[in-house]
Nanobody, 125 residues
Framework: VQLQAFGGGLVQAGASLRLSCAAS????????MAWFRQAQEKEREFVAA????????VYAESVKGRFTIPRDNAKNTVTLQMNNLKPEDTALYYC???????????????????WGQGTQLTVSS
C-alpha cells in the first residue's frame, strides 16, 4: 500500500473535519501531494495540493478559504483540514502523490502516480 486515506464521515453543514493520508514506500518520497474528490455521477476534481517545502499550496476555488492542506514530512502524512463544510463538499476524497523528483504542483489528476483508496465525506444540510 502506497497511500492510505482516512478520516471521512457524516457531518452537518458548517462543521469541520480532518482527513489524513499516510504515505509509505515510494510514495513517501513524493515531493507533491494532493487531494482530489469525486461526487456521485461527477468527474473527479482537484481540491488542494502542496509541495515538499509546504509553500506554494494550490487550492480549488470552491474550497479556498475553507480548506487547508498541511503536511508532516517527518511522518509522511498530509492532512486536509476542512472547515465550514457544505453539502456540495460531499464526495469520495482521494489523496494522491506525484512521482519522486517531480516538484511542480499540478491540478491535473493524470500528473499523479500514486493514489489512496478514497474516504467518503457526506455533509448533510
Amino acid at each position: 500500500v502506497q497511500l492510505q486515506a482516512f478520516g471521512g464521515g457524516l457531518v452537518q453543514a458548517g462543521a469541520s473535519l480532518r482527513l489524513s493520508c499516510a504515505a509509505s514506500g515510494r510514495a513517501s518520497s513524493s515531493n507533491v501531494m494532493a487531494w482530489f474528490r469525486q461526487a456521485q455521477e461527477k468527474e473527479r476534481e482537484f481540491v488542494a495540493a502542496i509541495p515538499w517545502s509546504g509553500g506554494n499550496q494550490v487550492y480549488a476555488e470552491s474550497v479556498k478559504g475553507r480548506f487547508t492542506i498541511p503536511r508532516d514530512n517527518a511522518k509522511n502524512t498530509v492532512t486536509l483540514q476542512m472547515n465550514n463544510l457544505k453539502p456540495e463538499d460531499t464526495a469520495l476524497y482521494y489523496c494522491a502523490a506525484r512521482g519522486p523528483h517531480l516538484t511542480v504542483v499540478r491540478t491535473d489528476g493524470n500528473a499523479y502516480a500514486y493514489w489512496g483508496q478514497g474516504t467518503q465525506l457526506t455533509v448533510s444540510s
